[in-house]
Protein backbone atom coordinates (compact mmCIF):
# COMPACT_ATOMS: atom_id res chain seq x y z
CA UNK A 1 0.00 0.00 0.00
CA UNK A 2 1.76 3.41 -0.97
CA UNK A 3 0.96 6.52 1.26
CA UNK A 4 -2.21 8.10 -0.74
CA UNK A 5 -4.35 4.70 -0.58
CA UNK A 6 -3.09 4.21 3.05
CA UNK A 7 -4.72 7.92 3.51
CA UNK A 8 -7.54 7.11 1.44
CA UNK A 9 -8.16 4.48 3.77
CA UNK A 10 -7.38 5.73 6.95
CA UNK A 11 -10.02 8.76 5.80
CA UNK A 12 -12.57 6.37 5.01
CA UNK A 13 -12.54 5.06 8.07
CA UNK A 14 -12.60 8.18 10.61
CA UNK A 15 -15.65 9.29 8.31
CA UNK A 16 -18.02 6.26 8.76
CA UNK A 17 -16.55 5.87 12.09
CA UNK A 18 -17.87 9.29 12.64
CA UNK A 19 -20.52 9.61 10.69
CA UNK A 20 -19.22 12.65 8.56
CA UNK A 21 -17.64 13.07 5.01
CA UNK A 22 -14.10 12.88 3.13
CA UNK A 23 -13.17 15.91 1.75
CA UNK A 24 -12.69 15.46 -1.83
CA UNK A 25 -9.26 15.70 -2.93
CA UNK A 26 -8.14 15.55 0.26
CA UNK A 27 -8.13 18.97 0.86
CA UNK A 28 -6.19 19.79 -1.88
CA UNK A 29 -8.54 22.07 -3.58
CA UNK A 30 -8.59 25.60 -2.62
CA UNK A 31 -11.57 26.21 -0.66
CA UNK A 32 -11.35 22.72 0.64
CA UNK A 33 -9.40 22.27 3.63
CA UNK A 34 -8.98 19.39 5.96
CA UNK A 35 -9.49 15.94 4.57
CA UNK A 36 -12.62 15.17 6.76
CA UNK A 37 -15.52 17.63 7.46
CA UNK A 38 -17.76 17.18 10.18
CA UNK A 39 -20.72 19.51 10.93
CA UNK A 40 -18.33 21.06 14.31
CA UNK A 41 -14.98 19.27 13.02
CA UNK A 42 -13.01 19.73 10.48
CA UNK A 43 -10.00 17.14 10.39
CA UNK A 44 -7.03 16.35 9.30
CA UNK A 45 -6.01 13.01 9.36
CA UNK A 46 -2.04 11.44 9.37
CA UNK A 47 -0.98 7.78 9.16
CA UNK A 48 2.07 5.94 8.15
CA UNK A 49 2.55 3.23 5.59
CA UNK A 50 3.35 0.75 7.99
CA UNK A 51 2.75 -0.06 11.10
CA UNK A 52 4.83 1.34 14.17
CA UNK A 53 4.02 1.69 17.90
CA UNK A 54 5.16 5.56 17.82
CA UNK A 55 1.85 8.12 17.48
CA UNK A 56 3.22 11.21 16.21
CA UNK A 57 1.50 14.59 16.08
CA UNK A 58 3.47 16.55 14.28
CA UNK A 59 2.45 20.47 15.41
CA UNK A 60 2.79 22.00 12.17
CA UNK A 61 -0.26 19.65 11.02
CA UNK A 62 -1.80 21.23 14.26
CA UNK A 63 -1.29 24.92 12.96
CA UNK A 64 -2.18 24.19 9.53
CA UNK A 65 -5.60 22.56 10.97
CA UNK A 66 -6.35 24.87 13.48
CA UNK A 67 -6.35 27.74 11.18
CA UNK A 68 -8.21 26.21 8.30
CA UNK A 69 -10.49 25.32 10.79
CA UNK A 70 -11.49 29.03 12.19
CA UNK A 71 -11.64 30.50 8.80
CA UNK A 72 -14.44 27.56 8.17
CA UNK A 73 -16.24 28.00 11.70
CA UNK A 74 -15.37 24.62 13.07
CA UNK A 75 -13.28 23.23 15.30
CA UNK A 76 -9.59 21.91 14.65
CA UNK A 77 -9.20 18.12 14.89
CA UNK A 78 -5.53 16.19 14.02
CA UNK A 79 -6.44 12.26 13.91
CA UNK A 80 -3.73 9.99 13.73
CA UNK A 81 -3.08 6.32 14.05
CA UNK A 82 -0.33 3.91 14.12
CA UNK A 83 -0.45 2.79 10.39
CA UNK A 84 -3.33 -0.05 10.56
CA UNK A 85 -5.59 2.72 9.60
CA UNK A 86 -7.97 1.01 12.33
CA UNK A 87 -10.54 2.97 14.93
CA UNK A 88 -8.58 1.20 17.98
CA UNK A 89 -5.54 2.61 16.73
CA UNK A 90 -6.16 5.80 16.19
CA UNK A 91 -6.22 9.14 18.00
CA UNK A 92 -7.42 12.56 17.97
CA UNK A 93 -6.29 15.87 19.30
CA UNK A 94 -8.82 18.49 20.08
CA UNK A 95 -8.63 21.84 21.98
CA UNK A 96 -8.66 21.38 25.46
CA UNK A 97 -10.91 24.60 25.37
CA UNK A 98 -14.01 22.57 24.22
CA UNK A 99 -13.77 20.17 26.93
CA UNK A 100 -15.81 21.32 30.07
CA UNK A 101 -13.53 21.26 33.66
CA UNK A 102 -16.48 20.32 35.39
CA UNK A 103 -17.07 16.26 37.41
CA UNK A 104 -18.02 14.56 33.43
CA UNK A 105 -14.47 15.51 32.18
CA UNK A 106 -11.63 13.50 33.60
CA UNK A 107 -7.81 14.39 33.63
CA UNK A 108 -4.93 12.57 33.78
CA UNK A 109 -0.99 12.67 32.63
CA UNK A 110 0.76 10.55 29.91
CA UNK A 111 3.84 9.00 30.94
CA UNK A 112 5.70 8.23 27.66
CA UNK A 113 5.40 11.41 26.46
CA UNK A 114 8.34 13.09 24.29
CA UNK A 115 8.03 16.54 23.22
CA UNK A 116 10.02 18.35 20.51
CA UNK A 117 9.97 21.97 18.80
CA UNK A 118 8.37 19.74 15.78
CA UNK A 119 6.36 17.16 17.49
CA UNK A 120 4.47 15.58 20.21
CA UNK A 121 5.21 11.80 20.31
CA UNK A 122 4.13 8.49 22.87
CA UNK A 123 3.99 4.66 22.40
CA UNK A 124 0.62 3.49 21.35
CA UNK A 125 0.73 0.85 23.42
CA UNK A 126 1.91 2.32 26.63
CA UNK A 127 -1.12 5.09 26.19
CA UNK A 128 -3.89 2.64 25.34
CA UNK A 129 -2.86 0.62 28.93
CA UNK A 130 -2.52 3.77 30.63
CA UNK A 131 -6.29 4.55 29.03
CA UNK A 132 -7.52 1.69 29.85
CA UNK A 133 -6.61 1.67 33.19
CA UNK A 134 -7.91 5.29 34.22
CA UNK A 135 -10.57 5.55 31.88
CA UNK A 136 -14.26 6.09 33.67
CA UNK A 137 -17.73 5.00 31.65
CA UNK A 138 -19.17 8.36 33.24
CA UNK A 139 -16.72 10.55 31.98
CA UNK A 140 -14.70 12.02 28.61
CA UNK A 141 -10.74 11.14 29.52
CA UNK A 142 -8.00 12.76 27.74
CA UNK A 143 -4.48 13.14 28.48
CA UNK A 144 -3.85 17.71 28.49
CA UNK A 145 -0.84 18.24 26.60
CA UNK A 146 0.68 21.93 25.38
CA UNK A 147 0.63 22.23 21.23
CA UNK A 148 1.82 25.91 19.53
CA UNK A 149 1.04 27.48 23.16
CA UNK A 150 -2.09 25.88 23.20
CA UNK A 151 -3.43 23.57 25.64
CA UNK A 152 -4.92 20.53 23.86
CA UNK A 153 -6.79 16.69 24.55
CA UNK A 154 -5.20 13.93 23.05
CA UNK A 155 -7.64 10.87 23.15
CA UNK A 156 -8.57 7.45 21.65
CA UNK A 157 -10.55 7.74 18.93
CA UNK A 158 -13.96 5.64 20.32
CA UNK A 159 -13.53 8.82 22.95
CA UNK A 160 -13.74 11.36 20.46
CA UNK A 161 -16.82 10.03 19.13
CA UNK A 162 -18.38 9.82 22.66
CA UNK A 163 -17.84 13.48 23.36
CA UNK A 164 -19.21 14.27 20.11
CA UNK A 165 -22.41 12.34 20.52
CA UNK A 166 -22.67 13.70 24.67
CA UNK A 167 -21.64 17.70 23.11
CA UNK A 168 -23.11 17.27 19.98
CA UNK A 169 -25.39 14.60 19.67
CA UNK A 170 -23.69 13.77 16.63
Known amino acids: MNKKEASAKQEKMVSDYMGWRVVTGSGSRPFSPGDVNGEHFLVECKT ?72 VTFRHGVATDIFRICHREDTISYFPEWCNGEQVAIMPLEEFRKFCLEEFGV
Open 48 to 119: HIEEQDNIVFYRKHWAKISEEAMAKHRYPALIVDNGTQKAKNTWVMIPKRMLSDDSMVKLFGMVNLARTDST
